[in-house]
């Protein structure tokens, strides 16, 4: 199982995370990424399997403190931050001018 952060624009600011089998993972999160906007995960996969996937996603929700590292994040509602992720939908790959040197170092070592 994978730990997926759900980030939308809810004004409970919960930023949930939930499980997905390494499959469902596979699918939301293809060719390495590890960020995935919701409405181009509909858009790749069609809106029947990304409601398949996303409905037992909603089903494995886990706490925070018992999650063993965050896998990836899927956004929802996200058009205003759409053109700050990264073109590679890889957290590696975010824009130097967006993280702190620490994690630059990180990501250039990881790249």
């Given at each position: 199982m994978k730990n997926v952060q759900i980030i939308d624009d809810a004004v409970n600011a919960t930023f949930s995370i939930f499980q997905a089998t390494d499959e469902d993972f596979a699918v939301i999160f293809p060719e390495g990424r590890d960020i995935e906007?919701?409405?181009?995960?509909?858009?790749?996969?069609?809106e029947e399997e990304a409601n398949r996937i996303l409905s037992l996603l909603w089903e494995?929700?886990?706490?925070?403190?018992?999650?063993?590292?965050?896998?990836?994040?899927?956004?929802?509602?996200?058009?205003?931050?759409?053109?700050?992720?990264?073109?590679?939908?890889?957290?590696?790959?975010?824009d130097e001018r967006f993280v702190n040197e620490a994690q630059r170092t990180l990501f250039r070592r990881q790249r």
């Open positions: 906007l919701a409405d181009e995960l509909v858009e790749r996969v069609g494995r929700p886990i706490l925070k403190r018992d999650a063993m590292g965050v896998h990836g994040t899927l956004f929802y509602d996200a058009d205003e931050r759409r053109e700050f992720l990264p073109h590679t939908r890889r957290e590696v790959d975010w």
